[in-house]
């Protein structure tokens, strides 16, 4: 059994949760490792939040309070009760207006960890909420729990070492989508490269209507994951021109996401070429599959004594990473070689 922590009871969250009530059912999730761990061993065992529609009930209403969209796909049976966390910088003017801060005084991070004798913490906290995500993975290591972080802040170069002095793993930083628009736009220009076609220039563009894409409006954090989804993308050609951020936040179009990708290029006695793509997919369970990976590779890393931001996981997992592998085909080839020499 894998006993995980939840921070932040947002749609990523509420689309975990529904898919391991699945799990337990039989119905399986395309396209996860086999692992000697089964999805169906990993147990929510505490949640943790801010906003005051979520504190206090249980996590199986939790995850449908807003301002959570995600569409309710299943009946999930879950007494445990979210507690308040500290907000630290987990709310700023911009998130204000749309997460109501609870009253409740918070809880003790450490001594909940280490009560619920926590294997995993998964961090989803909203994106640019960096000293919050630090404390918690400064909480998490404390009680020498596994930590997970699926947002941007660079927790991984922050705390990595710390972790690997303890032999525990940290995974991080910026959770790829298992298909999402920055996964998909590599991989195009990956097959456009192994065709000899040189790409020039490349753009992509992403609208949602959920907590994330809203956080992501305030300048500071749109120009963080500008920066980060141009820079995983650009690991894939030496020279060409790439942008990628995410540009408006479209309300009623709740968890669903619409990216938009240009890429033009050029071939033979110098035609070019120019494609067009617009992707229609949903956010928060483009996390799911990824997300269940990762707790049962934090748990088996950490068994075998292996601790630290280990760089085949990270490099096959997220966006900002130290390790960059040249593309998908060597990031996932060393990712297995990684399991292999796990057995």
């Known amino acids: 059994m894998i006993r995980v922590a939840l921070v932040g009871i947002g749609n990523s969250a509420s689309a975990l949760v529904q898919a391991l009530e699945e799990v337990k059912r039989g119905i399986e999730i395309p396209g996860i490792l086999n692992l000697s761990i089964k999805p169906e061993d990993i147990e929510i065992v505490t949640a943790i ?6 504190v206090g009930k249980k996590l199986s209403e939790a995850i449908f309070s807003k301002p959570n969209v995600v569409e ?32 409740e005084k918070p809880i003790d991070v450490y001594d909940t960890l280490r009560e619920n004798n926590v ?125 990628a951020g995410t540009s408006d936040y479209v309300e009623f179009l709740g968890d669903r996401r619409v990216s938009y990708m240009v890429i033009e290029g050029e071939y033979s006695l110098g035609s070019k070429v120019r494609i067009d793509i617009s992707m229609k997919t949903l956010d928060s369970t483009n996390a799911v599959q990824p997300l269940i990976d990762l707790i049962r590779l934090a748990k088996i890393a950490k068994d075998k004594g292996i601790g630290g931001p280990i760089p085949q996981v990270c490099g096959y997992y997220f966006k900002n990473t130290t390790k960059r592998y040249n593309n998908l085909d060597e990031a996932k080839e060393e990712l297995m070689k990684f399991l292999d020499m796990m057995k």
Do not use: C, W
Not at 49 to 54: A, E, I, L, N, Q
Not at 81 to 101: A, C, F, Q, Y
Not at 140 to 150: E, K
Not at 201 to 218: C, M, W
């Open 49 to 54: 939040d801010v906003d005051k529609r979520k």
């Open 119 to 243: 294997d995993v913490v998964l961090n989803l906290l909203p994106v640019g909420a960096e000293k919050a995500s630090i404390f918690y993975a400064n909480e998490s290591l404390r009680a020498n729990s596994s930590f997970i972080n699926a947002t941007p802040t660079n927790v991984t170069e922050v705390l990595g070492s710390k972790y690997q002095d303890m032999n525990i793993p940290i995974f991080g930083d910026d959770l790829i989508s298992q298909i999402g628009g920055t996964i998909l736009h590599s991989g195009i220009i990956e097959f456009l490269q192994k065709r000899g076609v040189k790409v020039i220039r490349s753009y992509q563009i992403d609208i949602a209507g959920n907590t994330e894409t809203f956080a992501t409006l305030e300048d500071s954090k749109k120009d963080l994951k500008k920066k980060i989804k141009s820079s995983y993308i650009s690991q894939r050609t030496n020279d060409s021109e790439i942008v």
């Open 72 to 103: 309710k796909y299943t009946e999930v049976n879950s007494d445990i009760i979210v507690l308040r966390g500290p907000t630290l910088d987990g709310i700023d003017d911009h998130l204000s207006k749309i997460i109501e801060e609870s009253d």
